[in-house]
């Protein structure tokens, strides 16, 4: 274990010093650029990605949304982007949102129309409270008000993570007390808004374990255990393991499968696998190897952050089309609506263009939905 880690140690930082591809999945002529210590993707050349606009903050508030005993449901899907994609046993075609996007009316009027589920930015569950003992909920009772209201779907969006820790998290260093913490994080963000998502990213990792607190203090048992106190506070949710480039069947991917099936030999702790697919130009041809490697442990599988460089229509469909052909490939998130407010806005990677108005992929989709 002490030589995994140790391996899993130094290649990230191999990654973030020289952008080596620690799974040597970028095709030739991409790069595994490093963007921030929780994300790497392949980019050509050796192109810088942007930042992702961090969401407008909220001032904490003490109003929970209302409570409800029916199970999540999409409402009415829509007859744009997300109708038709449910009209093929989907169960929605979702974007990211935050309080910055809700507020830009046009945007939140192309979520309305075309969309059938949010996933909060950062906001909702990803962050163990900076102040310990103190959680903030402004952000993330807004989105989920939102879209109960607007009846939309909602992903959670990540309760453990090996970045962003707070230190008085990552200098904990005895599994009692992280146990705790881990058990306080979850139950009571999960418990929060218990019954009205229909997904919960719980973690994300990939099938080496990154060197973490949570891996360094547990092992791999933190999974498993982040997963039985996801379920115990929210037994309506599909819990997922989520992580970037399973894009293809490469090494990572084989990782991930290899990990949820282990963890799964115990009981059904995992749901689903959602694989982010922010992809380069181009980079749509491994997606549906990707999706039948993921599928082959009899989960739900979610494309959960797609974007594409340049979205170009031939690489959307193709990501669409091994939606389609995959059963178990439940819902599509697209990282965004607008290339404007897209954390690769460079590249214009999304489905509607930096007027709201729908690009020639946009277009293309719905040609083949
Ligand atoms: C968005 O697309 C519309 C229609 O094609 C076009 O008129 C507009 O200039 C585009 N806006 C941007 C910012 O690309």
Redesign the pocket.
Known sequence: MSKLLAFVTVAVIAQQAAAVAVWGQCDAGSVCTYSNPYYSQCLPGNAAPTTTPQPTSTPPTTSVPATSTAPPSGGSPGTGLNGKFVSHGKVFWGSCADSGTLNIAANAAILKSDFGGVTPVRVLTRRLSDVQGQFTFGGSDALVNWAVSNGKMIRGHNFIWHSQLPSWVSSINNKATLTSVMQKHISTLGGRYAGKLYGNEILNEDGSLRSSVWSNVFGESFVQLAFQYARTADPKAKLYINDYNLDSNNAKTQGMVALVKRVNANGKFIDGIGTQMHLSAGGAGGAQAALTALASTGLDVAITELDIANAAANDYTTVVKACLNTPQCVTITSWGVSDTNSWRASTNPLLF???Y?PKPAYNAIIGIL
């Open positions: 263009n930096g007027s108005q």
